[in-house]
């Protein structure tokens, strides 16, 4: 973004022009106490035609002016032609905007220092009061509901009944902050980027809060990647339960929590960049112990079907049975390998159950489109790698039997832990099913606090670029 010098200087003259109006209202009030004539001015009036220039450049421009008709287009920042306290609350709330993770540019922040230096004008002084309304019902939007979601040009009418009750309740600042998210992973991102701005150099704070980011600036990216990972929490539709599952795919962990305690954390392997595990909510009804592993096609036609081309005994060096299109077992013999491709291939691929399958020796089963599992794997050493992006997109779960564990307790199900353990010991295919389903979210946050210390992760598809793209064009303002 490019640094506005003058909208700089403006600001720091609103700010300055804050303190001392009511001074300048006392003090006219006391020397003028007993007039010898009275003097009436005409109370400003709003535009009453919406092709009004006043009206231009607004983001909720029709339900502004609605707004206005419903008030006999009376002024509502302003009392008596003079600006009220919410009016600069207001002001104050739009300067500090990038602490909610916001940029005030998206407020009308350029404009409303020029309007500020000329109280005297009604024409500006209307434009102003527009712009403030205007600006609270987008924040109220973008707080509520981020920037990511496609809202259209009606503001939310629970927004406009907030904004008038904002007046008479004298909090504007409580009011807008009470459309923000309530997920714990919000407030402390939040909290963390406050800190990150209150440590920063005199200059580099202001800088932010103007607006302006600095790329070549380490700590400017530090706020920006923040930012963009609030406003993905403000684009969260899923409200979580007392019980749940959540994995950050660049953060390559899993985490089970209960009544926002977490209860549990395990190391996991999501997929590689170029088959990237998908994001999405489920819920988990049952597991199995020593499942089967049906190869997907695209890998069996892809990566196996060359391999077994130039050397069956892959087949049975990785146990796995070949079936054909109604389930049956094909007798390898039978099978001319090279006359198959993967425009032809009408078998299936199925790895049998044991330590040796691609699964691991449990499998949790949740209802997607993708037909992504969460399981165990035979592969443990790769759990030791920082970056573990390796999989086809299922999810390998480091510790897999505690998680076994943990599912069938609290009445989820009549297994016992013994019962479970004895399963497992006799390597034998069981599938146990839950009564209580517990929810599993699939997100991407590329940073989030974790006991008390902001972590940053590799953006490991590449999906932090484009939202930057998205959220600091200049377009959006």
Not at 177 to 184: D, F, L, M, S
Not at 304 to 312: A, E, F, G, N, Q
Request: aromatic share 12%.
């Amino acid at each position: 973004m490019i640094f506005n010098g003058r909208s700089f200087f403006l600001w720091f003259l609103l700010l300055a022009s804050i303190g001392c109006q009511r001074k300048i209202s006392s003090t006219i009030a006391t020397t003028y106490a007993a007039p010898v004539v009275e003097i009436t001015i005409d109370p400003i009036k709003i535009p009453d035609d919406y092709s009004n220039s006043a009206y231009h450049g607004l983001r909720f421009g029709a339900d502004v002016f609605k707004f206005y008709g419903q008030r006999s287009y009376e002024p509502f920042w302003l009392k008596n032609n003079i600006r009220a306290m919410q009016a600069d609350s207001m002001i104050m709330i739009i300067r500090s905007a990038r602490r909610y993770g916001l940029l005030p540019q998206r407020y009308h922040f350029n404009e409303i220092p020029e309007l500020m230096l000329e109280p005297m004008d009604r024409s500006k002084m209307s434009r102003l009061d527009l712009l403030l309304t205007d600006a609270f019902l987008s924040m109220a939007n973008d707080l509520k509901r981020g920037r990511l979601r496609k809202t259209g040009a009606t503001a939310d009418s629970l927004q406009i009944a907030l904004l008038k009750d904002s007046l008479q309740a004298e909090d504007i600042r409580k009011a807008l902050e009470a459309q923000e998210p309530v997920y714990q992973g919000y407030t402390e991102l939040k909290n963390a980027l406050n800190k990150m701005l209150d440590t920063l150099s005199l200059t580099d704070q202001n800088l932010l809060l103007y607006g302006v980011t600095n790329d070549s600036i380490d700590s400017h990216r530090k706020v920006q990647r923040i930012e963009i990972n609030l406003e993905r929490w403000r684009a969260e539709k899923e409200q979580l339960s007392d019980i749940y599952t959540w994995i950050n795919v660049p953060a390559f962990m899993f985490y089970a929590y209960e009544n926002d305690n977490m209860l549990m954390a395990s190391k996991i392997i999501v997929g590689a960049p170029a088959t990237p595990t998908p994001l999405f909510s489920s819920k988990i009804d049952c597991f199995t112990i020593f499942p089967y592993w049906y190869v997907p096609r695209k890998i069996a036609v892809e990566e196996y079907l060359p391999v077994v081309s130039k050397d069956t005994t892959f087949i049975t060096r990785n146990n796995f049975d070949v079936l054909d299109r109604t389930g049956k077992i094909v007798l390898l013999s039978s099978i001319d390998w090279k006359q198959y491709n993967k425009s032809n291939f009408p078998f299936t691929f199925r790895q049998r159950e044991g330590t040796e399958n691609s699964l691991g020796v449990i499998k949790f089963v949740f209802d997607n489109p993708y037909a992504v599992f969460l399981h165990d794997t035979n592969s443990k050493r790769l759990f030791r790698n920082n970056v573990r992006a390796y999989s086809h997109g299922c999810i390998r779960l480091e510790k897999a039997v505690e998680f076994a564990h943990y599912l069938i307790g609290g009445g989820r199900t009549k297994i016992s832990a013994e019962a479970l353990n004895k399963y497992l010991g006799q390597e034998k295919r069981v599938t146990i099913s839950l009564t209580q389903p517990v929810p599993i979210h699939i997100r991407y946050f590329t940073c989030d606090v974790r006991n008390g210390e902001l972590q940053f992760y590799k953006d490991i598809y590449k999906k932090d670029n484009a939202l930057i793209k998205t959220l600091y064009s200049q377009s959006v303002f």
